[in-house]
């Protein structure tokens, strides 16, 4: 009987033996009747995939390949033409991402500047112009008449009145700001909201979200990021530029024909793009293509996409020197003075300090943002998203305008904490005051401490928000707090042992404290983000500092080893884990023993569609359709009897049974997923769906290690594997599955999945 009914299988091929059976541990489905196993029938029909889906990577790939020998397979003048328009339209989309993304960064970088300044004053002789603009071409140590306080714009004369006027309008400014963004975002574009990178190495990785790339989230992350940031909020606008690039790049390539049609070819341009976001983010080309490398997991199987992901991250740099924003004509951020350019032995104790505590400090920071995150979505600020941005923005601003250093931009703090003092520079709030430094030392250890908890908490909020940029505020606060107290310990001890490799002549310096602030930012980036190799790169790039890359180098690992020792997860990783998005990470797993069964949903858990076999019964059009609208999953194994046939996706057949139920007649037509040579009747009394059987899946046997099954999922981009004995259904796993067994050490793990 079991012979028999084997016979039927699609991958059945004449007599084989029990054990055969028994010992094999994979099939792949393929049919003799319909030719190879995946025909140019069936990559010919694109089924569109249901937003939250994955991709099947497989058939998107072979169906790029397919299209390409056409492509090639065309002769004389007009596949020469074919072959020019394929490439010159690619290349185009690639060029028109990085110049788009270049000059929007550096426009937003302008809009930020004038709108932050606009809480503390304006320009006397234009509306428009920022505290810099209004003030150039002074020298140093000169007062800037032209720029007005608040205070001074009014004619305030008393202290406490000028105290109470510019609080004020600080404080109101920086309401009404981050409210209009929060407004915006949850009135046009709720995707908006947040930083924008873990959606984007999911969609990488080939989850469906196509509404987060829409036009809508583009201009409201854009200009809410904008307002957001000037807002004066604990966040950056860095890892927004990553997701307003991509979106840029899925708009040009709606243009492109095959772009739309194929899916991981999308992925392929998307990654380019987000290359691209963090080289106009940081001025850091090589720190974006490594970014994409390292984080995004982009570039590991395609040296094309790492070769335009280059060009993209290029082009888009040279255009946001070309606009030059900041008017230094340098793609430099940050410039770290050469004066610094030489370290000594010594300094490696408070660097290893400075490692230690990023390390801990950025795993803190992390289980303190996800414990906010699961608080909020469980409580009343969850229905009440606008009133918590505008409560908590009127909280910061006060805090703020208390604390010098708190009071000022994060990118206008990092800037002057990574300078070095300079006679013939204005000392920046008493930075080099000698006789200050515990007094700045406390103000910059209660910056860092207060921006943790902003931060912690400003992080996931609906508006924009990017990590980068606070968490360097953070770092580089407690690495010239280090760098202080290194450099008055010498100033007070310079005989002592450990600083006889300091010059003899006192003049020269011997501590850099702006260095330290470097470090400790590397530090703090290690520990919250988990990067290493991309880390290194977008700092020195970002500082100029390339003299010191091995101090870098060397916080970045130890600040890297201790935030492991407090978990392995990102602070990217660990929102992906609390909202459930189908992503592997790629960190090794190890089984203790168990097997694919442990992980496994048995055959009587699964909802399946059973075909007619030859006494009559089975599924009809109409059953079939009760079940897809009646269970959400995406894919249904198919049996006969008890023998498995495949597994059919819930979007290829939705979309067959739709044309089918139009016709009335159809609707109660038995269903055979046999293919039509081998079904005994032929006279039209049945439907035959064998065209939707998935023509490659993979097939196991329940026994196999658990660590292979993980393996090929994150290896092979697989969406499920289907388990058998003996030709019979045993259960299935799905990419979910195996996403929740490496979720499952996080407490939060699903904490914020869409219910």
Do not use: N
């Given at each position: 009987m079991r012979n028999s009914s084997s016979s039927h299988l699609p991958w059945y091929k004449g007599e084989a033996r029990q054990e055969d059976l028994r010992d094999a541990e994979a099939y792949e489905f393929t049919d003799t009747e319909t030719g190879p196993l995946l025909s140019s029938r069936s990559l010919e029909k694109q089924v569109a995939y249901d937003e939250g889906s994955t991709i099947d990577w497989l058939r998107e790939e072979a169906a790029e390949r397919e299209r390409k020998r056409v492509m090639h397979s065309q002769r004389g003048l007009r596949g020469l033409l074919t072959l020019v328009s394929e490439s010159a339209g690619m290349w185009l989309v690639i060029i028109l991402t990085g110049v788009g993304i270049g000059v929007l960064g550096a426009w937003l970088d302008v809009l930020v500047k004038w709108l932050a300044d606009l809480r503390e004053g304006r320009c006397t002789y234009g509306f428009f112009y920022n505290q810099v603009a209004c003030c150039s071409g002074l020298d140093p140590g000169e007062i800037c008449n032209e720029w007005q306080s608040w205070s001074?714009?009014?004619?305030?004369?008393?202290?406490?009145?000028?105290?109470?006027?510019?609080?004020?309008?600080?404080?109101?400014?920086?309401?009404?700001?981050?409210?209009?963004?929060?407004?915006?975002?949850?009135?046009?574009?709720?995707?908006?909201?947040?930083?924008?990178?873990?959606?984007?190495?999911?969609?990488?990785?080939?989850?469906?979200l196509d509404e987060f790339l829409g036009p809508w989230v583009l201009l409201i992350k854009a200009v809410g990021a904008v307002l957001a940031v000037a807002s004066g909020l604990s966040l950056g606008k860095e890892g927004p530029l990553v997701h307003v690039s991509c979106c840029w790049a899925s708009l040009l390539s709606r243009f492109l024909k095959h772009y739309q049609q194929n899916e991981a070819r999308k992925r392929k341009l998307l990654a380019a793009a987000a290359a691209a976001g963090v080289s106009v983010a940081f001025g850091s080309p090589l720190g974006g293509v490594l970014f994409a490398l390292e984080e995004l997991d982009a570039f590991s199987n395609d040296s094309d996409v790492m070769w335009r992901g280059f060009v993209t991250s290029v082009i888009a740099a040279v255009s946001l020197q070309y606009v030059d924003p900041f008017g230094t004509s340098k793609l430099v951020l940050f410039q770290v003075s050469e004066a610094s350019s030489v370290w000594r032995a010594f300094e490696l104790i408070p660097w290893v300090f400075l490692s230690v505590i990023g390390g801990l400090l950025g795993s803190l920071l992390i289980k303190l943002n996800a414990a906010v995150a699961v608080y909020r979505r469980h409580s009343l600020l969850h229905e009440y998203p606008i009133i918590e941005v505008i409560g908590f923005t009127a909280v910061t601003g006060a805090v703020s305008y208390l604390v010098v250093f708190l009071r000022v931009q994060s990118s206008e703090l990092v800037a002057n904490l990574f300078q070095e003092c300079d006679a013939t520079k204005t000392d920046y709030h008493g930075l080099c005051n000698p006789t200050a430094i515990w007094a700045n030392v406390f103000l910059l250890?209660?910056?860092?401490?207060?921006?943790?908890?902003?931060?912690?908490?400003?992080?996931?909020?609906?508006?924009?928000?990017?990590?980068?940029?606070?968490?360097?505020?953070?770092?580089?606060?407690?690495?010239?707090?280090?760098?202080?107290?290194?450099?008055?310990?010498?100033?007070?001890?310079?005989?002592?042992?450990?600083?006889?490799?300091?010059?003899?002549?006192p003049t020269v310096r011997c501590v850099s404290p702006g260095f330290y602030a470097v470090v400790g930012a590397s530090a703090m980036l290690g520990g919250v983000t988990r990067m290493t190799i991309s880390i290194v790169v977008i700092v020195f790039e970002l500082t100029g500092a390339l003299s010191h890359v091995l101090p870098i180098m060397i916080s970045v690992m130890v600040s890297k080893w201790v935030a492991d020792a407090f978990g392995k997860d990102g602070i990217y990783s660990v929102w992906i884990a609390m909202r459930q998005y189908p992503w592997l990470p790629a960190r090794e797993f190890r089984d203790q023993g168990q097997t694919a069964a442990s992980v496994m949903k048995p055959a009587g858990d699964l909802v399946v569609v059973h075909d007619t076999g030859e006494d009559g019964e089975g599924c009809t059009v109409k059953e079939l359709d009760e079940l897809v609208s009646t269970h959400a999953f995406r894919g249904f194994p198919v049996v006969r009897g008890e023998m498995l046939l495949g597994i059919v996706v819930r979007d290829k057949l939705r979309t067959c049974l739709y044309d089918l139920l139009a016709e009335d007649r159809s609707r109660e037509r038995r269903c055979t997923f046999l293919p039509p040579s081998r079904t005994a009747q032929n006279d039209g009394s049945m439907v035959n769906l064998s065209h939707l059987l998935e023509e490659a899946t993979l097939q196991l046997r329940k026994d196999v290690p658990l660590e292979l099954v993980v393996d090929m999922f994150r290896q092979l981009n697989l969406r499920h594997i289907l388990f058998s004995q003996e030709g019979k259904l045993m259960g299935m796993v799905t990419k979910t599955d195996i996403v929740w067994l490496l979720t499952a050490q996080s407490s939060h793990a699903g904490a914020l999945a869409a219910r």
């Open positions: 001074g714009y009014f004619h305030v004369s008393s202290i406490f009145g000028q105290s109470i006027l510019q609080a004020t309008i600080y404080i109101a400014l920086a309401i009404c700001f981050a409210g209009s963004s929060a407004l915006l975002v949850l009135t046009y574009a709720p995707y908006a909201f947040h930083t924008g990178i873990p959606e984007i190495k999911a969609i990488l990785s080939g989850y469906v250890i209660l910056t860092a401490v207060v921006k943790i908890g902003f931060t912690s908490w400003t992080f996931g909020m609906m508006v924009p928000a990017g990590m980068f940029l606070p968490t360097i505020a953070i770092g580089a606060s407690l690495g010239r707090a280090v760098g202080l107290i290194t450099q008055g310990l010498y100033r007070a001890y310079p005989d002592a042992w450990i600083f006889s490799s300091c010059p003899p002549d």
